[in-house]
């Protein structure tokens, strides 16, 4: 059974850091894996997804990355910002079937 | 195009009252399914489906029941509203394939209280 993690949990950071987002995954065969963001009281918005056969995804200041032998993928966020401020989830495909297995997500503060 | 659509945005239920949550797409997507996020427990998958009339049970099916007979419209029914129930609701849709593969893409919410 496919089981992810995010860790940390929280993670505050000055304005203008690079930082990495960490999420694991049990089960090496996955078709995909999606990051995400999610305001407060909002929805889910899509930020980057990996194919299993890619190794990596880019989008403006953000980076994904897809490990599967580690069962490891980093979103990677360049020059935060305050409005980057949000909890950050992946979530792991393993079928083609549009069924997710989420993380508990990680839960971002830029400060100014 | 509006997307995924989810109505509607606030829901108060008695305990045993029943509803029904509903969630359309304009993107002719193939695959609909329906989580629930609470807190601590992060997005669990409720009911799926891979295209009309054709559903299956997620992670936490019980007290829900769906339907899909068109490719728009996925709605999900709460049989007999219990408190356990109360949690934000969201459906989200993907296509089954053509680049990007399977992206999902989530609707708004429903955010459900059982008292």
């Known amino acids: 059974k496919q089981e992810v993690t995010q860790i940390p949990a929280a993670l505050s950071v000055p304005e203008g850091e690079n930082l990495v987002l960490n999420c694991s995954f049990t089960?090496?065969?996955?078709?995909?894996l999606q990051w995400f963001r999610q305001d407060p009281g909002k929805g889910l918005t899509s930020l980057l997804l990996?194919?299993?056969?890619?190794r990596e995804q880019t989008s403006g200041r953000l980076n994904a990355s897809l490990d599967k032998s580690s069962g490891r993928s980093t979103l990677y966020i360049a020059a935060s910002q305050p409005g980057d401020s949000a909890t950050y989830l992946c979530?792991?495909?393993?079928?083609?079937?549009?069924?997710?297995?989420f993380g508990q997500g990680t839960t971002l503060q830029v400060k100014p | 195009n509006a997307g995924v659509t989810q109505t509607p945005k606030f829901q108060v239920l008695k305990t045993g009252q029943s509803m029904t949550l509903q969630c359309a797409q304009d993107m002719n997507h193939e695959y609909m399914s329906w989580y629930r996020q609470d807190p601590g427990m992060g997005l669990r998958l409720i009911h799926y489906s891979v295209g009309a009339g054709i559903t299956d049970q997620g992670e936490v099916p019980n007290g829900y029941n769906v339907s899909r007979s068109t490719t728009e419209d996925f709605p999900l029914r709460l049989l007999s509203a219990a408190p356990s129930q109360t949690s934000v609701y969201f459906c989200?849709?993907?296509?089954?394939?053509?680049?990007?593969?399977?992206?999902?893409?989530f609707g708004p919410g429903t955010r459900l209280t059982v008292l």
């Open positions: 979530a792991a495909d393993s079928g083609n079937t549009g069924k997710l297995i």
């Open positions: 990996i194919q299993s056969s890619q």
């Open positions: 989200a849709s993907s296509r089954r394939s053509g680049r990007p593969y399977n992206e999902q893409f």
């Open positions: 089960d090496s065969a996955i078709y995909n």
